[in-house]
């Protein structure tokens, strides 16, 4: 009996032993950055032989959980740049920091963003980075926020939606909302004279789409002299103009919710040096909270036309926007615990991470702007409403001189509304709340004069933003004409002009509501 308890028991620890073998597993983490120390985010960081990897975040981190100990080959690959290979032995957490290089393709290519005269990326001397079309498809961005976190450097904050969003260059303090020293660009033309204009960032008037063939973006450096606001940095979008033939056509719905988008790009040359391109998308659907209506709903559509001559080329070209974008803003939320330990949760008939205060049952409202009684529907969301014409040329002069120059004009206006909870409690609480500041009288009902009764007895006190852009049109021209005097040395003589309306009216409205989901508040 004691000799089978004591094999037992031996049994018993042979198999710890070996359960703790199988199950050992470890964490291999790191930082990807390029050779001159910028972090990469969006890189794809893969075992070989396995399903098991990550991807770098907006800081170039990654984290590879669970990895079994052993040895393994780790790659990691990006777009533009040379894969990394290497191997590992993982037996224990694991650091390892990643260097990749940009391929020799990429550093050919030629810079035109920020620069005097266009040169390749490896001869510039400032920090430059591009995104192809090949990257932007593969990151498949939903707003300019989104694709310019794959820009190394680019810090892009976009919690609140489409456009809107707050931008900023690694080492260059946030002051303020938007794109304050940031210049943001489409084919070297500044989008808005300045990029922290309340309600009219220069990104709510910029929509990615397949017309865009790259993106340059340069930080510090040269930006400061070549264009204006813009010292930390230039973000340009450079349409694609048709010299070669293609085009695509691409169709977007959602899995989980409720959106469709179709886009479509198109260009070919049509005779001696004559060529154009045309693209744009349309879209509508409700975006990935349920706010019980369409929302997203719009879209845009751009094309160029150019002649090539035997000395430079002529482009001129044009864009209508006229999108709708939900907004999201501060919502309700549980929140329980302490200061240091604090926990997150849903709401009675609210779930925090599908629900908004948007509502079928709340969609005009009441205010006086300029003096008049409006009323504005909060349907409309961000609608940035644009038309653009403009041209461009450049011409060698003979005797090593250059001229060349862009212009265009804008009309833009639009509307920006959103809701936002200010308070939440109890009705009893929110009804004392609002009556004081408001100084109402009355019963409080539903719209159709009901008793205002929730199940949930919460009730929340709603803001609107209800912004009116009646005006953000401005125009831009930019001229240059250089000589080369040697290779080393250049002469360079420009005027940068620009014209910025700025008339927007911010009208506040309020509303008590329940505490509801699916757009039924």
């Known amino acids: 009996m004691k000799k089978t308890l004591i094999f037992k028991k031996l049994f018993l620890v042979i198999i710890m032993l070996s359960s703790t073998t199988f199950f050992a597993q470890s964490i291999i983490s790191g930082t990807v950055q390029d050779n001159n120390g910028n972090l990469i985010p969006g890189v794809n960081i893969l075992l070989e032989g396995t399903t098991t990897g990550a991807n770098t975040d907006l800081d170039g981190n990654y984290e590879i959980s669970n990895v079994a100990n052993g040895t393994y080959r780790i790659t990691a690959s990006y777009v533009g740049y040379d894969n990394f290979t290497s191997e590992i032995n ?10 990749i290089k940009e391929n020799a393709q990429s550093l050919d290519e030629i810079i035109v963003t920020g620069v005097v005269n266009p040169k390749s990326k490896i001869e510039s001397s400032v920090s430059v980075s591009t995104v192809g079309v090949q990257q932007i498809e593969q990151a498949s961005p939903r707003s300019a926020g989104e694709l310019f976190r794959s820009i190394p450097g680019i ?11 707050n931008f900023n260059v690694r080492g260059v303090p946030v002051s303020s909302g938007g794109s304050r020293y940031l210049q943001l660009q489409e084919d070297g033309l500044p989008i808005m004279l300045f990029g922290d204009t309340s309600f009219g960032n220069a990104d709510n008037f910029l929509r990615i789409d397949s017309n865009i063939g790259r993106v340059e973006a340069i930080r ?3 930006a400061s002299t070549q264009t204006s606001n813009g010292p930390a940095g230039i973000i340009n979008m450079i349409s694609k103009t048709g010299k070669t033939e293609g085009g695509t056509i691409g169709a977007t719905y959602g899995l989980d919710f409720q959106t469709s988008r179709l886009d479509f790009e198109y260009g070919t040359p049509l ?4 060529y154009y391109h045309i693209g744009g998308f349309m879209r509508v659907g409700e975006g990935p909270r349920k706010i019980g209506y369409q929302g997203n709903k719009g879209g845009q559509i751009k094309a160029n036309i150019t002649k090539e001559f035997k000395n430079g080329y ?9 999108d709708k974008s939900v907004m999201y803003m501060p919502m309700p939320v549980s929140l329980t615990g302490t200061n240091s330990n604090p926990t997150y949760g849903n709401l009675p008939g609210f779930d925090i991470t599908s629900d908004t205060p948007h509502s079928t049952n709340i969609q005009n409202t009441y205010s006086v702007y300029d003096g008049n009684a409006t009323q504005n529907d909060m349907r409309s969301g961000n609608n940035p409403v644009s038309s653009s014409v403009g041209a461009e040329f450049s011409f060698d002069l003979g005797d090593d001189w250059k001229v060349n120059g862009k212009a265009r004009y804008s009309n833009n206006s639009g509307q920006w509304n959103a809701p936002f909870t200010a308070n939440v409690g109890t009705v009893a609480d929110i009804e004392t709340l609002v009556r004081d500041a408001s100084g109402a009288t009355g019963t409080l009902t539903y719209k159709d004069g009901t008793p205002f009764n929730p199940a949930n007895g919460l009730a929340q006190d709603l803001r609107y933003f209800d912004v009116t852009i009646e005006d953000l049109s401005n125009f831009f021209s930019d001229v240059k004409i250089t000589k080369a005097i040697n290779d080393n040395i250049g002469l360079t003589v420009g005027m940068f002009s620009a014209t910025q309306n700025t008339k927007i009216g911010w009208q506040w409205s309020s509303a008590i509501s329940e505490v509801a989901g699916d757009g039924q508040a």
Do not use: C, M, P, Q
Not at 90 to 99: A, E, K, S
Not at 156 to 164: I, L, P
């Open 271 to 274: 005779g001696e040096g004559l």
């Open 220 to 222: 510090g450096g040269s």
């Open 314 to 322: 002529v482009r001129t070209y044009f864009k209508y926007l006229n």
């Open 90 to 99: 993982v037996n224990g957490d694991l650091t390892l920091n990643i260097n």
């Open 155 to 165: 810090r892009a904050e976009s919690s609140g939606g489409e456009g809107n969003a």
